[in-house]
Nanobody, 128 residues
Framework: VQLQASGGGLVQAGGSLRLSCKGS????????MGWFRQAPGKEREFVSG????????YYEDSVKGRFIISRDNAQNSVYLQMNNLRPEDTAVYYC??????????????????????WGQGTQVTVSS
């Protein structure tokens, strides 16, 4: 069972990237899913989450209005569209699947309930 993240890269400030995370080995359709990031020397940060039905989404304040999370349960995948990227978005981004986040995704979900599965991380670098 694994989550495979992709789509990272180097982009100039103001640019866009789309991260993808595909699950294999089991269905993640009943799991909430999300994206975390970790910059060098900083704590891991819960960036965005989405419930199993896509009925609830969460965004960390600094990415609201710029990032969009979505999922396709038929493809066993979750996505993060990142627009208007800033240098402070530079980090390794990790996707995750969580069975305990429930139907209402909040910051509490990501920080209190450890995900069951993690992807391997994809580097996003935003140049100024």
């Amino acid at each position: 069972v694994q989550l495979q993240a992709s789509g990272g890269g180097l982009v100039q400030a103001g640019g866009s990237l789309r991260l993808s995370c595909k699950g294999s080995g089991r269905s993640f359709s009943s799991y909430a899913m999300g994206w975390f990031r970790q910059a060098p020397g900083k704590e891991r940060e819960f960036v965005s989450g989405i419930s199993w039905s896509s009925g609830s989404t969460y965004y960390e304040d600094s990415v609201k209005g710029r990032f969009i999370i979505s999922r396709d349960n038929a493809q066993n995948s979750v996505y993060l569209q990142m627009n208007n990227l800033r240098p402070e978005d530079t980090a390794v981004y990790y996707c995750a699947a969580a069975s305990l986040w429930g139907d209402e995704i909040t910051s509490y979900s990501g920080y209190y309930y450890t995900p069951d599965y993690w992807g391997q991380g994809t580097q996003v670098t935003v140049s100024s």
